[in-house]
């Protein structure tokens, strides 16, 4: 199974000693079948006067850092290593529940379900749903993975893969008019639509690996990752990557997933002082092979 190291690293740095409020860091991989943490480590400079970890409503690993030091710099470090077991590509058969749209959630799992299928951004005059009825064959029923993929490309191919300096996630309807926006922004998009369509679905954040590869032609690496991923009767939840057209865990490191992009924030925090001391933000991420960073460390 393929081993990979992450190194994350953020720096905010400011005019003068500025003194922090609290920091919730979402940093650490998420176990699962197909990945397992077999060691994370979190360096906090200056360190912090406590440092407590919880799991949050989606059982996220959070760290919460408090300060009781000034500074001019405040720097966290993570490292991780995994063993990524990615998924094979799943298939559906015509004996599944969810083989064709529309389908039905069992009676059980809807209620878990219902904050993901409940469309949270507006939509006034239907451009957001109409869009994701593209994908529905004229007469129904439609293959489900046909839709899925079909989204997931659709967006790759037919929208512009922009960086933004702004803070946050931008409407779905945004990036629908200007067809651009970042990851983030893509997987809300796709989320929104799906959601509309009655189909679950969720943010996921995390890392991209093999982003400095330049036969994968991807984009977004660099800094963290997100794309969504969707429930299916018998099939559970399935990633897909609309900035990549990535189908399933291929490459994908999962860190956090939420109902919405503001429950998975990777960092933040606040500082005390005037909004001139500040004066950036500085990250650098890698996800390497375990044998490729052997190899960079005695180079």
């Not at 030091?69 to 799943?90: C, G, I, M, Q």
């Not at 946050?168 to 008019?177: A, E, F, K, R, S």
């Not at 924030?265 to 950036?280: C, M, Q, T």
Request: with cysteine.
């Amino acid at each position: 199974m393929p081993l990979l190291t992450i190194h994350h690293k953020t720096v905010y740095r400011y005019t003068h000693p500025v003194a922090f409020g609290e920091h919730c860091i979402m940093l650490r991989p998420r176990d699962g079948h197909d990945l397992r943490v077999l060691g994370s480590e979190l360096v906090i400079d200056p360190q912090p006067m406590s440092l407590r970890w919880i799991h949050d409503v989606f059982g996220n690993s959070v760290a919460i850092a408090t300060f009781d030091e000034r500074a001019d710099t405040l720097s966290f470090v993570s490292t991780a290593t995994v063993e990524h077991n990615p998924a094979h590509e799943f298939a559906l058969t015509p004996d599944d529940a969810a083989y064709f749209y529309p389908f039905l959630y069992d009676d059980e799992e809807f209620p878990d379900l219902q904050q993901f299928i409940t469309p949270q951004y507006g939509d006034p005059n239907g451009e957001l749903s109409a869009w994701a009825r593209r994908f529905l064959d004229a007469e129904p029923p439609t293959p489900t993975f046909r839709i899925l993929s079909g989204m997931t490309h659709g967006i790759r191919e037919s929208f512009r893969y922009r960086r933004r300096h702004e803070q946050g996630t931008q409407h779905p309807l945004d990036t629908l008019q200007t067809k651009s926006g970042t990851c983030r922004d893509y997987a809300l998009f796709m989320m929104e639509a799906l959601r509309r369509l009655g189909i679950a679905a969720r943010f996921v954040s995390g890392y991209l690996a093999g982003a400095g590869d330049s036969a994968h032609g991807y984009v977004g690496g660099g800094s963290t990752h997100a794309w969504v991923q969707v429930y299916l009767p018998s099939a559970g939840w399935i990633e897909f990557d609309p900035t990549n057209g990535i189908v399933g865990t291929r490459d994908l490191i999962r860190v956090a997933v939420a109902r919405d992009p503001r429950q998975a924030i990777p960092l933040h925090g606040v500082y005390l002082g005037s909004a001139e001391a500040f004066l950036r933000m500085d990250v650098d991420i890698n996800v390497v092979s375990v044998g490729e960073d052997a190899e960079r460390e005695t180079a």
